[in-house]
């Protein structure tokens, strides 16, 4: 089992999560910003700010053994049929590993049905109630974290780690 378990809903507009034995759970959104697109056009386009992104898991690692971390990573969302959001889906997660790949921190994937079944009641259907269990339920497991988690209107990265946690991954 490790001892700090960080978790990556991904995505420009996602969360980081984490659990640990020797630290307080906590719940950050994903460092991003916006710039002009690589288009001719005029087209702003979200990057994941990788700068503070090592700076974050820098200093969430500080104490522990990269050999006692796991990122959990949730697979990002790849459609054909939602073009622009699978290459920013694929960016950010590109974005992403450099970052973790440069900590060398040990890292895995996820899908959400995993954490989702476990975590959230069954027969929840569609994207709003899903969102709306995730929210609940996160605030109800870490509620020194309820005001982000409401904000942000749900708990996914964290529900993650906690499932990762629970499962001794």
Not at 31 to 55: C, G, N, W
Not at 112 to 126: A, E, T, V
Request: charged content about 25%; hydrophobic content about 40%; aromatic content about 6%.
């Amino acid at each position: 089992m490790h001892k700090l378990v960080i978790a990556i809903d991904n995505g420009t507009s996602g969360s980081i999560g984490w659990v640990g034995t020797d630290i307080a759970p906590g719940y950050v959104l994903t460092p991003m910003f916006k710039e002009q697109s690589y288009t001719k056009a005029k087209q702003l386009i979200s990057r994941i700010d990788h700068v503070a992104l090592k700076k974050l898991l820098t200093g969430l690692i500080a104490e522990t053994p990269p050999s006692d971390v796991l990122v959990v990573l949730e697979r990002p969302c790849i459609n054909p049929l939602r073009f622009k959001t699978s290459i920013s889906a694929a960016r950010a997660l590109e974005a992403t590993l450099c970052v973790i790949e440069d900590l060398g921190l040990p890292h895995m994937y996820c899908d959400s049905r995993d954490w989702q079944s476990k975590l959230l009641p069954h027969g929840i259907k569609g994207s709003p109630e899903l969102k709306k269990a995730s929210m609940d339920i996160g605030c109800r497991l870490f509620p020194t974290q309820s005001e982000l988690i409401t904000k942000h209107k749900d708990a996914d990265a964290l529900l993650i780690a906690e499932w990762a946690r629970r499962s001794a991954l």
